[in-house]
């Protein structure tokens, strides 16, 4: 039961360190060998999911304020729900910032292996953001 409590401590700060910005932490939190697969996409590895992350995610979005609706262990694996209220600060795939605060949501799954993130899995809810954003008519 330890381990799978540590598992989980594991899978949501890397989120937490994403959220704040502590990319030294997450370099740390994530194995070298690390596969991403995100919305059906060709798997990535740390380097290009860290740049993601910093360099897309983090620069068009600010003010994040994620919530972990539901987290469930098994094995090597956690499974988060979340929901993430942040501010579009900066340019989103291709829409200008526009200052709104919005609610991304979303499942991933996190294999850990030796207190680290070997594995991610995520699906979001694209869609409903972009139309948040005023990018895709309702």
């Known amino acids: 039961m330890a381990n ?3 598992n989980k401590e594991v899978a949501l700060n890397l989120s937490r360190a994403i959220m704040n ?3 030294d932490k997450v370099d740390e939190l994530i ?3 690390f596969t991403y697969v995100g ?3 060709d798997p990535i590895g740390k380097e290009q999911y860290i740049g993601f992350m910093r360099g897309v995610l983090c620069a068009a979005m600010t003010d994040m304020d994620m919530d972990f609706t539901r987290v469930i262990a098994e094995g090597a694996q956690v499974a988060v729900e979340y929901t993430n209220a942040m501010t579009h600060s900066g340019e989103f795939y291709g829409v200008p910032a ?3 605060r919005v609610i991304g ?4 799954i996190r294999e850990i292996k030796d207190g680290k993130v ?3 899995w995520q699906t979001t809810n694209a869609l ?3 139309h948040q954003l005023g990018a895709i008519p309702q």
Request: proline share 0%; no cysteine.
């Open 98 to 100: 526009t200052g709104k």
């Open 31 to 33: 194995s070298d060998d």
């Open 4 to 6: 799978l409590e540590a």
């Open 128 to 130: 409903g953001l972009m």
């Open 105 to 108: 949501t979303g499942h991933f």
């Open 118 to 120: 070997v594995a991610e």
């Open 39 to 41: 919305d059906g996409g």
């Open 21 to 23: 910005g502590e990319w």
